[in-house]
């Protein structure tokens, strides 16, 4: 599949039509119109509808439709080309089903454009038909029809869409306040109607792989006030710290840390946040909760401290910062390994002399 996928990516429509030429069955194959899709390539996706193509057909948890619309799922909202707005009218045209599931945490195709804040894929959504309830609403910062949906039914503050997630995630996750202030103001309207009626501001619902809260999808979205209301009303500020310092949204951290979040009992992937940081190459948010008081020293499931995570990824200045506060270079992981001596196993030169260094003082 590989050479018809880069096809489509350099727009070589010309070796994708002799493809499917040589071999028609390839247009049923769902990668094809689902990177089309996520390219915008209009051309290819006619082209493989025409050739049998299934416009709602699923590729690794994603919808055509859904790859069209969420070009970047972890990227600013910014104005779709008219190509790709035209990618969106050809797919739903060729009947593609926006009450489907698609994404991480499943959506329906509308709940996704307003996770990505792009109004204009609202509206195309909804003039075909897109079904527009309370977890809509709740997504487009509409709170009196929330507020409706409550009157109509006290248990929607903690219902679930199709996908899993809760109206108040649906309000946190929005990303269409950020360009209308009318908007932002809706969503915290909308966030506090629902928390009045006894949404849980800790509900929880699988992503990718974990399962995250809604005090993530307000960090992510950036919805500073929402994210203040959260932990007004009884969100766990540990755990609403990590995404915090995560997405280096250090004014939502602090309101985190002055909520009562505990620094040292923020984990990140079953590991001390500090760790997971360093793990993964993140120098100014993990510098930052080393300002705040991150031990150093604390140890994830195999014992590793984040001296040791410092010495596998062979960063000297992440490796300086924990040393400087009071990170241990002779602790030992559970398999009896210092920071020496996992930088030894990996490679690590320079970390090595500074590891002997540390060892003397």
């Avoid at 009450?99 to 609202?122: C, D, K, M, S």
């Avoid at 840390?257 to 590991?271: F, I, M, P, Q, T």
């Avoid at 690590?348 to 500074?354: G, K, Q, V, Y």
Wanted: aromatic letters at 4%; one cysteine or more; proline letters at 5%.
């Amino acid at each position: 599949m590989r050479p018809h996928v880069e096809a489509i990516r350099r727009g070589d429509l010309a070796a994708l039509r002799a493809a499917l030429k040589r071999d028609p069955a390839l247009a049923k194959k769902p990668q094809l119109i689902h990177e089309a899709a996520r390219a915008a390539r209009l051309d290819a996706i006619d082209l493989l509808l025409r050739a049998g193509a299934d416009p709602g057909s699923s590729w690794r948890g994603y919808r055509p439709l859904h790859s069209v619309i969420q070009e970047e799922p972890h990227a600013a909202a910014k104005t779709p080309s008219a190509e790709r707005r035209r990618c969106v009218d050809r797919l739903l045209k060729a009947g593609a089903d926006p009450e489907q599931l698609g994404a991480f945490p499943p959506a329906r195709a509308i709940l996704i454009a307003a996770f990505t804040g792009i109004p204009a894929y609202v509206e195309a959504l909804r003039t075909h038909g897109a079904r527009v309830d309370g977890f809509v609403s709740a997504s487009t910062g509409d709170a009196a029809a929330v507020a409706r949906a409550l009157k109509q039914d006290r248990a929607f503050a903690r219902a679930r869409d199709d996908g899993g997630m809760t109206a108040l995630q649906c309000c946190a996750a929005s990303r269409l306040g950020r360009s209308d202030a009318s908007v932002r103001d809706g969503l915290l309207a909308a966030a506090a109607r629902l928390l009045d009626a006894g949404a849980d501001p800790n509900a929880r619902v699988k992503a990718w792989s974990h399962e995250v809260d809604v005090a993530y999808f307000a960090a992510s979205s950036r919805q500073l006030e929402l994210f203040g209301l959260l932990l007004e009303r009884g969100a766990d500020a540990t755990a609403a710290l990590t995404p915090a310092v995560w997405n280096a949204t250090f004014d939502f951290a602090e309101l985190a840390l002055r909520a009562g979040a505990d620094v040292n009992a923020a984990e990140s992937d079953g590991r001390p946040l500090l760790n997971d940081l360093i793990r993964w190459g993140q120098l100014r948010p993990a510098l930052w909760v080393l300002e705040r008081g991150a031990s150093p020293n604390a140890r994830d499931a195999r014992g590793w401290t984040a001296v040791h995570q410092a010495a596998s990824r062979g960063n000297l200045a992440m490796l300086d910062a924990v040393l400087r506060a009071g990170g241990d270079a002779r602790r030992k992981d559970a398999a009896g390994k210092s920071p020496f001596d996992v930088a030894r196993a990996a490679g690590r030169a320079p970390i090595l002399d500074r590891l002997v260094e540390a060892r003397k003082a």
